[in-house]
Nanobody, 124 residues
Framework: QVQLVESGGGLVQAGGSLRLSCAAS????????MGWFRQAPGKEREFVAT????????GYADSVKGRFTISRDNAKNTVDLQMNSLKPEDTAVYYCAARGRGGSSLSIREYNYWGQGAQVTVSL
């Protein structure tokens, strides 16, 4: 089993920045591809960003490309999401996810493990 714990959410004004962090335990972190997803009220959970096991490959949703950056530290067992130029439409609960097999993926169905989520609220 893999345990994931997010931190770093909060309230920020539009145009501001936040950094989310996810700490993993229970399995060799470098064997896990990682992703960030988000879910806004009344909407389905959607893909935000993904990173390969080595960190050499990343992928982003079009809505966050150029503003968000995913990174990982395999020595610290963490994956981060740096969010810049935040917009009110970025408001959501953000979830860290791990994929037990395979590389980075945009598909929510391919992730086996999920964190509890971190609230991000962007005000005007």
């Amino acid at each position: 089993q893999v345990q994931l714990v997010e931190s770093g959410g909060g309230l920020v004004q539009a145009g501001g920045s936040l950094r989310l962090s996810c700490a993993a335990s229970g399995r060799t972190f470098s064997s896990l591809a990682m992703g960030w997803f988000r879910q806004a009220p009344g909407k389905e959970r959607e893909f935000v960003a993904t990173i390969s096991r080595s960190g050499g490959t990343t992928g982003y949703a079009d809505s966050v490309k150029g503003r968000f950056t995913i990174s990982r530290d395999n020595a610290k067992n963490t994956v981060d999401l740096q969010m810049n130029s935040l917009k009110p439409e970025d408001t959501a609960v953000y979830y860290c996810a791990a994929r037990g097999r395979g590389g980075s993926s945009l598909s929510i169905r391919e992730y086996n493990y999920w964190g509890q989520g971190a609230q991000v609220t962007v005000s005007l």
